[in-house]
């Protein structure tokens, strides 16, 4: 049953640029659909999350954990009665935007990009969704709806200060209402986001041997979930304990922010969407005492896992990769693929040359950024030979 504050299809803002509507198809549904079978989408699977992406082939990359997104996001949303495709356009778009290597190839654009007004991936997302998608032959860009493009925007809050410059571009054509809080299906994606990467990083850090099952037994939830599993089945088998353990942990998160946000829903009584747009703090979360153990467990998992020797040392090459092969393309912006060439020719100042390049090199999946660096400046960083 569709709860009374969803966002509702048959009233969407509409599109950039008008079209008629599917037969068969909601708004929303399209928008989904649009995302997955974008370019930047695909490429996702040859992006790192945590782990370079081809340092193993059970480790999540940016697709596997979108796809995970989308799947939790899927589950609350349907339980508060949302709209599911709404829900899951957000979250299967929403790093779309990431750079190759992960936090560590942003962190190195950031830093070449702050004459030129800096690289932000949640805008870079809602730049290749408005613009970068160049396969339709009325407009750039997806042409998404209104309401999948203020998820984008907003689905971890207001935007408040400086704006992004690519999301200031879209916000000119579009006014996504930047000052308020994003609609419950957008918030969802954004806690679903959380949900995904606390369990699949602590699963991800275990393969890696970054760390045991005895200290993840120790940590807050998880040790009632590791006793859950030992009562439940003595003896059990070393990687089923774990993966047991891990589900219930899932489990856990997911069930506290459905309960928080019946609770939060019932306090509030919205009436519409926008009630829950101008409500002035995000419905969708965490408990505070979940809330708490999670911080908790994502200072074990920095310390252990993002700040791990091998992990530290990895990001310092992959670095290197971003640090040089920006001031090359700068420098010799003839080198960039044909289809770059007239954006390039149109480019009447560093700052727009800049941004092109960016938007060249933080499309990159991992194994292209390594191969161009390759062939462009020398052996990548740490490589054989």
């Known amino acids: 049953m569709t709860a009374q504050y969803a966002s509702d299809p048959a009233l969407a803002r509409g599109r950039r640029v008008r079209e008629e509507e599917s037969t068969f198809r909601s708004c929303f549904q399209r928008d989904r659909d649009r995302i997955i079978h974008a370019s930047a989408f695909r490429r996702l699977k040859h992006k790192t999350q945590v782990f370079i992406e081809h340092e193993g082939d059970y480790y999540r990359t940016r697709l596997t954990h979108s796809i995970e997104v989308a799947q939790v996001a899927r589950t609350i949303s349907g339980a508060l009665g949302l709209n599911a495709e709404l829900t899951e356009a957000v979250a299967l778009a929403h790093d779309l935007g990431h750079t190759p290597f992960g936090h560590t190839g942003e962190d190195a654009l950031c830093d070449l990009m702050a004459p030129f007004g800096g690289f932000d991936h949640n805008a870079q997302a809602i730049r290749i969704v408005t613009q970068l998608e160049r396969h339709y032959a009325d407009f750039d860009g997806l042409n998404l709806t209104w309401e999948t493009l203020e998820g984008l925007a907003k689905h971890n809050g207001p935007v408040t200060g400086d704006i992004p410059w690519a999301l200031a571009a879209c916000n000119l054509e579009m006014d996504l209402e930047l000052h308020t809080h994003a609609s419950a299906e957008a918030q969802v994606a954004a806690i679903a986001d959380d949900v995904a990467y606390n369990h699949h990083d602590l699963h991800d850090g275990l393969r890696a041997e970054l760390f045991s099952t005895d200290e993840l037994a120790e940590l807050p939830i998880l040790k009632d979930c590791f006793a859950a599993v030992d009562k439940r089945y003595p003896g059990l088998n070393y990687y089923r304990r774990r993966h047991e353990a891990l589900r219930r942990f899932f489990g856990v998160l997911v069930e506290d922010v459905i309960g928080y ?22 419905i969708i979360r965490f408990s505070q005492g979940v809330f708490e153990d999670l911080k908790i467990i994502r200072a074990f998992l920095f310390e252990r896992m993002y700040r791990a020797p091998s992990v530290v040392e990895m990001r310092a090459r992959v670095t ?10 700068m420098e010799n912006p003839d080198q960039l693929p044909k289809q770059w060439r007239k954006d390039v020719e149109q480019a009447e100042t560093e700052t727009a040359l800049a941004r092109i390049v960016s938007d060249y090199i933080s499309g990159m999946t991992d194994r292209f950024a390594l191969q161009e660096y390759d062939r462009l400046i020398g052996a990548a960083p740490g490589s054989a030979g």
């Open 261 to 282: 946000a019946q609770q939060h829903l019932s306090d509030l009584q919205p009436a519409s969407v926008q009630d829950i747009r101008a409500a002035g703090f995000p």
């Open 320 to 329: 290197k990769v971003v640090e040089e092969l920006f001031p090359w393309f």
